[in-house]
């Protein structure tokens, strides 16, 4: 399935992130991600993001010790055309897995021909009479946006966990965490 617009919330009441998909045929797909499915795969993810990436900076030979700048410079190039400015399209045609969001408890990442990315997301819980599933390609610039949304996302969760994209903050751990964190806002 090809995704034209992606949406990533953190919603406090779940402590999940909402991820919504539009193809360009009007259907909408609905995904949870919990804080054990990202801290678990998305490293993953982004270690085959990175690969992708160096082979298209060095054409599929030998790397060299530039490798990370060429990466880093694919990055930026990409994120910079991306669109993050026109609002997701809320007025989905069709709801091919339904209304109620998938809860991911199973996500399989395939590497395609042409630095395309694979991932099928699967929910499969006790009690529930059919698993659901779903599939989608996303191309370098989608995928790259799709990782910028989820980090950008991430902080907005607060969940201690940060995508190594190259915005990450310096070594926080233990106390440090606590004495760099921003006081809480509050709307009196």
């Known amino acids: 399935m090809t995704i034209q617009q992606l949406q990533a919330t953190y919603v406090l009441e779940q402590d999940r992130i909402l991820v919504r998909l539009n193809t360009p045929a009007g259907e909408e797909l609905r995904l949870w991600l919990t804080r054990r499915m990202v801290r678990n795969l998305f490293p993953h993810m982004q270690q085959v993001t990175e690969e992708i990436l160096a082979r298209q900076a060095t054409g599929g030979n030998d790397p060299g010790p530039d490798r990370s700048a060429r990466t880093q410079k694919l990055r930026q190039e990409s994120l910079r055309k991306t669109d993050f400015t026109t609002p997701f399209k809320d007025q989905a045609s069709t709801l091919p897995i339904g209304e ?24 499969e819980l006790p009690g529930a009479h059919a698993k659901r599933s779903f599939e989608v390609t996303l191309g370098q610039d989608l995928l790259l946006g799709f990782l910028h949304l989820l980090d950008t996302t991430l902080q907005h969760a607060d969940w201690g966990i940060w995508l190594d994209l190259g915005d990450a903050p310096e070594d926080l751990s233990g106390a440090d965490v606590l004495a760099k964190a921003k006081p809480p806002q509050y709307l009196n």
């Not at 395939?110 to 694979?118: E, M, P």
Request: negative net charge.
């Open 100 to 123: 109620t969001p998938l809860l991911a408890t199973t996500i399989h990442i395939t590497v395609c021909d042409g630095g395309t990315l694979r991932i099928g997301f699967e929910e």
